[in-house]
Structure formats: structure tokens, C-alpha cells
């Protein structure tokens, strides 16, 4: 069995992570470096019930995409929900590492991953790394699809299949418009309209979106608007980094067992649809006041 | 007629300038402080179709709840898409003013019509403002509910409730789980959940959640969520709104004719269920690798 | 008649607005860019004088040098007078474009216009753009006269050749030093006195100099200071900027209709000479204590 | 003859240093406060002419309005102008004392002095220290005039009675305009307008006005401006603060000889009207195009 | 035995964690609340070998005056000397605890202990703490000696009663000046110099001076200065809070065991005096170059 | 004679201002440019004692390692201790040039004259200036011994070369381990462990070093730090400096005399070595508590 250190060298080429954004917290959060690794789990998440799980499993790593602590903590004690994490995990033998926005910029990264989940073909990134010279790392995909469908159509492949949450696919724009170009980009993407907008892009699908940006993204122009959830968009990345790592594992011979949390960690967990129309709303357009 | 100054004295009166965020920009976005006012147009976002809509119905004046400029412009050049909802106002003597964070504090405020929408009681501010001493006044409201419901209960009720919008509404916890109170908030609440927990809530309601504030939020307590399209969550108070200056209408014999503005400026048109259960998660739990 | 958005493509040839400074704010400040452009009208500043002559002269443009907003509004109601501004020109169809220190730095720019009204030879920029190879582009201008004269003689040159203002010009220094090169910068320069010590120019020519600034220069070298009003020193470059617009005119067969304001918007209006010599500046220089 | 530093401390009681504004550096420059102090001048400008001055008088202090640093310096070597101004005083013995932003909000203060010369009758301060109770203290004055007169006949008025400078006085505004209350500001006023609005008053002499505040106030509202140069706005204050060091000299019997510097250190030396009317300004207002 | 939450809550009364400094980070840095306490170690410094104490000692809580971590870190991992120490005591379950400028401030604090120490009576805080009516808490101590002594004899004194440490104790001052009052600090005190010269106190002492500010503080007053290991001067409150918790203990009958560490964790472990006098000072004080 | 004015363009050329930190404040404080120079005094503090040692000496010019002001003043006045040295360096015609952190990055320089005085061979800077394609300036010097020594014996080797100083030196480290290679830095060096450990030496020694950064180090790596007066490690470029002015006077012929200045500037005066073992530290580890 390889040590925790060789096992995160092999990460670090990967995932390097100078290439993660200035704000970022990419890197192994806890765990002995000379430890012995045989097991590890990959998850969105760092959340406890991710922990559990890999306490459960007898996973000696963990690797999620999103970090434990963004900002710097200066406590870790178990009165917190972070610090429970930590405490279950250093107690039981678990590593935790971080490849976040560098796994982002990657090649192939958790864009690549969302676009195969869908069975778009990327076609470069929607923000080309100015340090690779070969024009494949960067942020966010721009895709083509095999042959063009609608947007009612785009969105039902999204919904069918992405891992499938409580709250569904939303989308915005003409359903009956066609799509050829999808930019995509896993988790919140809402700081990339003006890119794909410059991609000339049919639409553009990725998560969290809220109301000002996504409404003055569609007062801006004709871009329709696909929005997953978070979880969702970024969960193929797990998939593609463990079999990653399993190719590693066979090349070094260290017969690691790798596995890929199934726990949906999107917090919604119900959803309900509006009674439409809406009494308000009604057929007669003539009424106005609302007396 | 009354002059659109007299009018602003009133709406300012309502909704004192002064009481708004730091950071928010409220006020009379165009217009002639000496035009006649007749008809007044109630919405909750300053859109070219809302322009539109004010133009078509020959009203003087279009009071939103956004502001058209929340950052300073240089430019209302009509090659912008607010530049153009510029041009359309002052080409045809349509006033534009704006009622924000001054509404939302005010009592009764955005987030009373939206309690008053999903037939709550609100008991108090949920950030009361220091300078009331009444305590009435201050953004988000405490409510109670006439008799305890099941979150699944009181989210159908929310669906049924609120003006219909497409992406419906999402919530996080045990679906079998009693609310007594809640905590409500019109628009993006995401600032407030150290406040919701303090109230000692059992649900909270707003809108525009994003992946990690509500997963933290679900991580450190169990308050459940129920997320509301943002544009559902404000529209009430454009009817509340609407019926304030009619009485004021009333009591000055100015004889304004209000309007209330029914389409639904929230951006997203359309909602996919996701296919569950999402083949990747597979009944047999011991299946590990994805190989 | 061109459109708007043709003229404007070529003003923004002729004064590329990233040319300007980052605190600046060039470009179209109102009007549709799909109006047709028959009359144009240069001017200083966009104040309710100019913007009534524009009225008036039945423009479809107004060019100014100075922005209307600098710094960002978020309002342009009419109860302000910069909103003024904006609703007589969006109510009469005259949009309003700007350039401002894109045309300082332009070749030729503002201080050439300025040199050729007072009839100097320019021979370089006094701030070079670094971005010019060929070294033409840049703020100020370095000036030989044609001939020496001196300082008296060049400050009454300037009274008799600049726009006629009613503050005159001033001017620091002994007035019978000779004057062989002479710096100049349209508008307020105070910030370029170290470039034109540097320069070894023998006297510098700009506007808006208050005591500080030109007594600190006054004491650190002999460098001979003029000052005239603000708006004297920038009209010229209204002249030469429609002769400018009107050869692109005739190049493209526009047939556009170029005026030039001639409207003194210097906000000073009248000038008094103190007395001299002012009493407690008695004549006899023994007398020290005001007792 | 009382120590430096006793007569610092009776300086300080007129104008107590923690009055100044927080950006201000007052206070003693250079000087040793066990030297005895016979003979003291005032002026406005420590500039090397005036520090001269107090060599070939003899004086052992001199006490400006201006700083002679507001910033830090890390140098005083006398390879700087003002390093040489700090050379000359200390080798010569002369002390160097500020009293700038506190004695501008002193009772009597710097536009008292100014108001005084004017023959204008003090009513209030334009910004009053919210610490003084008596409402004496503050930035500015708010005078009557004994009898209304034309803003022609006022700018006559401070041509003739402030300390003569080659610049002179500028007004802007109708100058047959009644004048009945003046706000007065010794030194750079521009940024106490919307005060001088506030004060309802009918015109507001100060100096140092540059274009865009100048023009952006008479947009604003009909407020006349008066502009004279800044060091004859202050100078009034130099025989009034050594009449007020007399007085305390006679009271503890100090002996102190004053002067009061009469060098106009104004740095403008000479004036030139325009030619009028300017011939671009032609009469024939039909003539648009330059060509 | 107690739960650690009823333990920390006693020790958050003792030392109000709202009462450190806006930049500290005190309170709990790893550990379970629910876990039992039944053994408690103090000491200075959270470094390893102190943390290895405690895991032999079996402690279930380490209380340490300096933070693990002032600033915020986002990893805990093993492979850094913090995150060792981390992982140390979360595997042997001890929790570690801090009490840093909430311990200085207390009454009794640091100082009070450090006071005690040297046998000197503490008479008030040297920076009292504007929120204790009482004027008893603050940073430092102003004490009292029993009866006068040189500076040489109270450099002795410090030598002999503080903890032993390789550095020993570094005096500025005349030998042979009579000390009465003394101002002391635990830890590093040199931002509060000012104060000490304020009390107007013959001696200073604290820890950590360097260069720059005791030169400087030296040159600006006769302020005798006394220099200590940082360490040494914090140890004392060491004992001090054990005998604190003891007596708490007691009270709530908990049985707790504490200890403290004797571990000296100043960093110096040896200390060499300087060959006196050096050769380059030569006994004839007219050779004055070097050659 | 040569000119202050030609002394300083020589000591311009030894140590390029333009090379000192950002945050520096290098060059002459005082001093006039014209002025001749026959007599130049080095030191490394701009102190009184120094100021009166230069006047007694008859020096024209005193040339320092520390800045007076490193940070800006507004007043030189003598009731500061600093304006007292301004006021006696000029009323006696002495010149104050500083040459700081451009000395520690020139070569030789502070550094370089350190390792000289403990007889180690400089190989290369230990942060080497980016703009030296030589690799020989920067900020300290990695050293070789001529052979290997214990810990103890090089501490002792500084002990007795460097200048006596009372404080003496300390050491941090086993005092057996072999010590082959060391880097040095002049002056406050705590800001370079990462550059000392990625260098790969076995001892740092420096100056001025707190508990927290030293006890860090240590704990961080086994890096060995020994721990000088400031003054003493920055003493030796006194001589270095003196003789490389000599070398230029004899070649310019100028026949300047220069002087070091002997006074021990450290602030510490007395050292009192620690009572070992002191008494809480009884050789019973059993004694836990105490009591």
C-alpha cells in the first residue's frame, strides 16, 4: 500500500495546485502523511454524513471538490459542524484532500465530466487558461451536440440525465428554439454570461443562478439559460477522478479500492410545482387595479 | 391631477428614502418633478416589457421594487438594454421610481404582503430596525401559523399560494416534520440564516438560495428551508403597494387610477423533473468503483 | 443619413475610447443608435445652455468635450440638472457622445488645437503615450515659438488669441524673461508640472491653477506659469474636431451639417483689477507692526 | 522675553491644535522651545522670500497660516525648497509655527478677518463645530451687508478692499443682481457649496474655484460666486492674529515686537484681459460651420 | 467528572472571550463538548512537546495562554508542525483550550502573576479597560515596590524570581537610578511605551524589545527598560489559573486534577556573554580611522 | 574639498537609492548641497550622542545605516528628540545621509562585512536581488566555515567577535550539532526563516528575534539560531563603508577624514544571567499540581 505522500503527489499532477484562483483552498485539509492508504472515497462534498460514510467504508482518503474551510478557521473543536468532520476523520484515520478549482481548470476537468454526462462533445474551454499553450485547460466547456434539438428537448436530457435531485432542471428562453451550442460549467457559473455570450453559444447550462443575474443575463440578449443543481452539475467529476486514480493505481501496482459516494448532498430534498395560473393572473388582461 | 412631486412627498412618506440600505440606490429614476400624474403602474422589476406594459396603459408613473441602477451609470444610451428602458420612460412621459430595502423595512413592508400572501401571521420584524421604537419595522418577518402543519403541508401551501412561476418551489428537511413558525423574507434571504436560527424558527422561506449557503445552513441546525422564486416572493407587495397610494389617492381627492403589474418577470420559463431514481445510483449499495 | 451607430464608429476612430483614462467616462452618454444623423453640434460642456442650443439648431448630436457623468448616477429625474440635460435630449431626439481625454491624447488632440490658436509649433507630446511609436500621441504639447519674446508679450498673445473670457489670463513670472518653448495642456494641468520642469521648457500654459499647486512650482523652479479660463484653452479643439468630422462627412458622402457652439460657457462673468497698491501695502516699508 | 515655549502654549489656546482637521499638520515646525522669543511675524505662505524676511527682521519666530509640510517628509536637506526654508530658519534661530484648519474654525477666526476687510457684518458660521455650544466656532461666515447692493457693486467692493494681487476678482452672475447676505470663505472654498445653498444666501466670495465646480454650482442653483485669490483671502487674518498675540504680549508684559509680512505671496504677478469680443465669437449667430 | 462544556463555560467566566483583542483568537481549538474532563494541564505554549506532556499526563484538556492558530489556516493537516499537534491531541482526545488577551485583561491576569512573581504590588492596570467601572482589569500593571532599589538590584531581582531561562534578563538605564514604581507587561509590551512614560513609573518591563522601539524609547525619556523572556514573564499565570480552576473545582465538588507544565519553552537554550571590551574598541578614543 | 553635492553622487553610486525597499526611507535628511566636505563620521544610529560625537569631531557630513524618519514628519521642532539631532546637525553644519536597506542589498554590504567579522566565507545572497544577473547583490549571505564546529563553539565565535554588546548572544538549538554552514543577515532578520530553511544551512544568525517567530522556526525545522544585538550585526559595515569612501577620496584626490564612530548604540546596558534551576523547576516531575 502507497503512503498518504505518494498518493497526493499523484493527486498534485493531476490537479496541480498552483493552478487553483488566488481565493481558493485546495490541498489536504487533515490526515498523517506517512500513513498508509488502501482505500479512498471520492464526494462532492465534505459534509458528515460524507465522513460517516467513508469511516463506514474503512476508506483511508477522502477527496471531495468543494473544501472543508474556504476561509481560514482558527478552531476545529467539535462544537462546530466543520470541526465534528475534522474530529471524525482524524479519529478515525481519514484523510481529507481538496481539488476544487484546479480540478475546475483541468484536462479533463469537472466540465469535461458534466458535458459526458450529458453526451455533449466540449470543444474548448469557455475560458481558455492563458498558460496552456494547447488551448484545453481553463474554465467552464463550450459543446456542440451531435445534431440539434430544441430547448425543451436540451433541458429534458439534462433532467434525464444528470444524477437526479429534488429540484429538478430549470431553463429560460423559447422552448421551441434550437440548440447546436452549449456552453457548460460545473457549479455557480453566474460570473461567465459575458463569455458565453461572447462564445455565441446557443445556450448556456450550469447552477445556481438567481434572479438579477439570471433576468439582466436574458434582458442582455437571446442566450437561453439551463440551470441544474450544484451537486448535480459537479457529482460526474467524482466518477471521472476515481477512475483517474484507478489507472494510477494500476500503473504504480497499488492495487487501491476506489469508490464514489452516491449520497445526493444537494440540500433540497422536496420540490413543488405552482398551481398554474395563478388566481391573480387572470385570463382578463382588462383588469387592472386590483380592487 | 397631482404633480409627480406631490406624489413622491407621499411615496416618500411611505417608504422613507433615508431608511434604505447603504448600498441600495432608491428613488426617482427619471421623470419631471412638474409632470401630472393620472396612472400609476405597480412591478416588481423595471424590464423593457414592463416599459412596455406602463406605455400601453398610458401611465405617468411606474414604481418598481428593483432598481434600474443599483451601480452608478455613465451611459443611458439606448444600445444598453437599461438605457433603452430610459429612452422608452422619458420618450413617453412614463416617470420610473424606486422603492427598495426602504420597502422592505417599512411596516407594512415586502415581506408582511408576503406573509400576508401565504396566510401567516407576522408576530415581528426578524431583524428589527434599532431606530423604531415600536419594534414594527425591519427586514423579514417572524410569523406564526394559524395551527401547525408538515413541512410538506406548508410547502404545497406555499405552491398554491404564491403568484405561479415555473421553477415552482424547493425545500430541505424532514418532509414530516411540524412547523409552528416560520421566518419569511422577500427576495435573497441567504444573509439571514444566523437570524432564523437565533428566532429559534422551524422553517425559514425566501428565495435565490445557492448550493452552499443552504447546505451549511442545513449542516449547522436543522431549520428547514423553502426556497421561492424571488419575483413571487416581492410581487405581493406590489398589490399592498398599489392599495397604499389608493387610499392616499382618496384622502387627497386626487383620483389616481393604480395598476398592478401580472407578468412574471421571474427569468425562468420552464422546469424539468429529474428522472428518479438516476441510473448511477444503483439499489445494490455494495457496488463501489464505478468500473 | 448615416445612423447614429456609423457616426459614432467613426468619432471612435478618430478617439479610441481605451485611449482614455481610467477615471474617465467617454462614449455615448444618450440617444438610440439607430437614429438617423443629420446635424451635429460640437461643444465645451454639456450644460442646459448647450443642450437648448442643440434643441434649437434641430441636432440630431451633441459632441462635448467634458462628460455629462463623470462619476456614475443613478438617476437621471429631471428635478437634477444633469437629468435636465438628459430628458431635453432624449425628448428632442439629440443623443450626446463624448470624448474627453481619449481626444487629449489623440493626434491630433486638444493641446494642438490649443497650440494652433495661439500659433505655436507644436514638436512633441508633453506625457508621450506609450503605446505610440511614433511618438505623436500623448497629453500636452511641447511648443517653440517662432520667434523669442517675452513673457509679457506671450501673456498678452494668449488674451488676444484664446476665446475671449472675462477672467483674462494670468500669468507667473519675471514679465521680461524670453520665452523660447512653452508647454501647453488644455484644461486643468496641474499634475504635469514636474514633466514640464523636465522638459526644460521656459513656460507652461494651462488652466485651472490654484495656489498650492502653482506657488509650489513657482518656488521649486523658474518655470514661467499662464493660466486661462478652462473652457478657453479646450474650445479651439471643438473647431478642429468638426473640421475632422466634416472630412469624414465628405468622404463618406454623408452630407452631415457640422456646427460649432459658441456659447462661453466659462462659468465666469465678470472680472475686477484690484486697486493698487492696496492700502495696508503702504509705502513706507519701515512700518512693520500693524499697530 | 518669555521662552518659545510659552508663547506656544498662549498660541495654542487661541487656536487649539485638536480643532484642526485630521488631514491638517499644525503646530511647530522647527524651533527650539527653551530660545527666548523677542520679535515674532506673521504671514500667510512660509515660502523662502518670507522666511528672508524674518532673517533681515530679526524676528525669533515666524507664524504662517499654510504648512509648510502636510504631508510627512522624510528629508529636510536643503537641496528641496522647502528644506532650504528649514536651513535658513534654523540656522538664523527663527522658530516656524502653524495655525492652519484651527484657526479657520477659530472665534475670531481666519474668515472673520476676512469678513472684517470686507466691511461685512458676521451673522454665523457656515459650518458650525458641532463641539461649540456657543455656535461661534466653525468653517466660513455667514454676513450681511449694512445695505444691499448690486453683485456688480460687491465685486467692486472686494476689488477694493482685499489686499491687491495682479489676479484680481471674479464674479459670475448677473451683476445687477440684489445683494443682501454673503457666505465668505478664506482660502480653497469649493467644496462648501451645497452649505452656501443650504445658508440661502446670495452669493459666495472664496478663491481657488476651478471650472467643473464653479460651473456645476451655477447650474445647480443662482448662487453668485466671487473668486479672489486664496493668499489675499487669508491675509486679512495675519494683522488680526497679531493684534491678538499683542494683546496677550501686554497682558504678561512680554514685550513682544509683531510684524505682519507685507510680500504678496500670491504667485500670479501679472494680468491680461481678452481681447472682446473674441472674433470666433462673430456676430452673426447664422453662421454655423467653421468653414 | 465534568463534561468539557461545563469546564469551558467556568473558564469563560474567568476570561470573557469578548474581552480579547479584535485580532486574538481565543476559546477552544479542538475537542469534543460533550467529552468528560478529569485531568488539566496549563501551559504557555501550544507547541508539540507540550501536547506530548499532555498525552502522558493523561490530560483530557490542555489550556495554553497563545493561540494554535492567530491567524486562520484551512488545513490541519499532519505534514505541518500545527496540524501535528492537531492531530496528537484530537487521537488522544484532549482538548485544547485558549485564554490570551482575555487573560491578560482579566482581574487577576497575566500581569497580576507576573507582578506576584517579582514580589511587586500591582496598584492599577496600565491601560485600564473602559468597560470595568471598577478600573481594575486592563493590559499591564502599574506596581509598587516594597522599598526603593537600584535599577541594578531590580535586574537582579527579575533574574532570580522569574523562571529560569537561558536568555536571561536584559536592563537599560543607569545602574545605579532608584527605582519606586515599575510598569510591567507579560509578553511583548512594547506597544505600550507611551503609557509607561504617561504613569510616569522609574522602570518598564516586559518582553520581546527590539532595536528600534527600545532606542527610541530610550531617547525620548529616562524610562528605565527591563527585558525577560516572553515566556517567563507568562509562565507565572500559569499557576496562578491553575489555582483558579482548583478553587472552581472545589466549588462545583468536579475533583479535577490539574498540573502545570514546567516545561520551558522560551526558544533560547544557551546564551554567551560578549568579550569585553571588544578589540575594535581601543582603549585610545583619538585613533578615529580605522586604518 | 569636494562638495556635499559630489560626496553624494559617489555614495549614490556605492549604494543606489532606487535599490533600497518601498517602504525605505534612504538619502540625505539634511545638509546643504553646496557645502564642502572635509570630515565624514559613519555610525549606525542617527542619535543624539552620535549628532554630539559628529559636532565634537568637527564632521561635515554623518552617514548612518538607520533613517532618522523613516516614517514623514511634519515638524522637525527640538521638543522632539529626533528635531533636537535635526537642529544640532544644522545650526553646526554636519550633513545627514543615510544608506540602509540599499547597504543590505549591495555588494559587499551589511552582510557582507557580518560575515567578514565572524570570519565566514560569503558564497551568495540569501534573497539575491531579481535585477543582478551577477547573483551577488541581496538581502543577507549564505556563509561556508573554513571547518565544521559545534553549535556551542560558533555561538561562542560570535560572542567574541562581534562588538561587545551587554546583551551578548543567544542560541536556540542542540549545542553538539555540527554547524557547517550558516546564513547571516545584518540587522532584524526574522523575515527570512523560509529562505535560511529552503537554503539548507545549518545556523541563521540575525538580530532582533520575538518568541513567537523564533519558537516557530524551531518548531518548524531543526534549523539552528543564534541571536546578536542589532546594533553589533550591523556595526561592521561602519569600517566596511568608511574604508570603501577612503578608497574613493584618495582616488578623486579629495583628502577626506574618515571617522567610525566606537559608541555602543545597543540600548542594553546591563545583563543578568538567571538563577538555574529555578525553584519551581524541582527535579520531581511526579509534583503535578501547584498546590
Known amino acids: 500500500m502507497p503512503a498518504l505522500t505518494d498518493v497526493l503527489a499523484a493527486l498534485d499532477a ?32 465534505p459534509v458528515q454524513e460524507v465522513a460517516d460514510e467513508a469511516v463506514a467504508l474503512g476508506a483511508d482518503l477522502l477527496i471531495t471538490h468543494h473544501p472543508l ?32 478549482t484546479n480540478a475546475d481548470r483541468a484536462d479533463p476537468g469537472v466540465s469535461d465530466a458534466l458535458a459526458g454526462a450529458l453526451d455533449l462533445r466540449p470543444v474548448r474551454p469557455l475560458v481558455p487558461d492563458p498558460a ?50 452549449v456552453a457548460v460549467c460545473g457549479g455557480s457559473g453566474d460570473g461567465l454570461f459575458a463569455e458565453a455570450r461572447a462564445a455565441g453559444v446557443d445556450a ?26 450544484h451537486w448535480a452539475t459537479e457529482w460526474p467529476w467524482t466518477e471521472l477522478a476515481a477512475a483517474q ?8 501496482g497499488w492495487d487501491l479500492r476506489t469508490h464514489v459516494s452516491r449520497k445526493v448532498t444537494d440540500p433540497w430534498t422536496a420540490h413543488a410545482a405552482a398551481a398554474a395560473p395563478f388566481r391573480v393572473f387572470a385570463p382578463d388582461p382588462a383588469s387592472a387595479s386590483p380592487a
Do not use: M
Open 14 to 45: 493531476l490537479w496541480p495546485p498552483e493552478r487553483a484562483e488566488q481565493w481558493d483552498a485546495v490541498g489536504t485539509v487533515c490526515g498523517d502523511p506517512d500513513a498508509q492508504v488502501g482505500r479512498v472515497l471520492f464526494a462532492v462534498d
Open 69 to 100: 474551510y474556504l476561509r481560514g478557521t482558527t478552531t476545529v473543536a467539535a462544537s462546530t459542524f466543520k470541526g465534528r468532520v475534522v474530529h471524525t476523520l482524524i479519529k478515525n484515520d481519514v484523510a481529507l484532500h481538496v481539488a476544487h
Open 132 to 181: 496552456d499553450p494547447a488551448g484545453r485547460q481553463g474554465l467552464g466547456r463550450i459543446c456542440e451536440l451531435d445534431r440539434p434539438e430544441t430547448l425543451g428537448e436540451f433541458t429534458e436530457r439534462a433532467a434525464a440525465r444528470l444524477p437526479a435531485t429534488a429540484q429538478g432542471i430549470r431553463a429560460s428562453g423559447d422552448p421551441d428554439r434550437t440548440i447546436r451550442t
Open 204 to 229: 448556456y447550462l450550469t447552477a445556481d443562478l438567481r434572479h438579477h443575474p439570471a433576468s439582466e443575463a436574458r434582458e442582455h440578449s437571446d442566450l437561453a439559460l439551463v440551470d441544474a443543481a
Open 245 to 252: 486514480l484507478d489507472e494510477i493505481s494500476d500503473r504504480h
